[in-house]
């Protein structure tokens, strides 16, 4: 039986499907890169924190600016530190010794680390998916 749709139609719903597939790839990725700036932004305050906890002597018997909410500081002198608080998520903040702190702010940046190479890796494949669909856009509009 022959097929009575011209050609062009076809190609031309090929085309929409292309165009919108192209869109929700593109939006993906976008997500992805705004998802990756999260988790580098967590990683790196992670990683200071860890510094912090492992420079804790420096900063003991020193003065320092406290920030407090609304952008107000006041001058304080820090004594011996031997317990911090640390935000555990949900609402929570635990006390911790500075090396129990220390310690899980390390599992929690290599926690991090980990996701971050699992967003990179679903950022390559729709990147490489992006190129498919765009070929395909181009060769069939040949």
Known sequence: ?????PPSIDMAEQADQLRYLYNVYA?????????ISLY???????????????????IE?????????GGV???????????VLTYVGAGYIVEKSVADAKEYFRKNEAD????LQKLN????????DLLEIS????????
């Open 27 to 35: 939006q993906k990725y976008e997500a992805l890169l705004n998802e």
């Open 73 to 83: 500081y006041i001058d304080a002198k820090i004594g011996s530190v031997k317990k």
């Open 61 to 69: 018997n020193s003065n320092g600016m406290l920030a407090l909410e």
């Open 40 to 58: 580098v932004s967590a990683q790196n305050i992670l990683l200071r924190n860890v510094d912090l906890m492992e420079h804790m002597s420096k």
């Open 121 to 128: 890796e679903e950022k390559l494949k729709t990147e490489k």
């Open 135 to 142: 070929y395909n856009l181009q060769t069939l509009g040949r």
């Open 112 to 115: 991090e680390r980990t996701m």
């Open 1 to 5: 039986m022959a097929d009575n749709n």
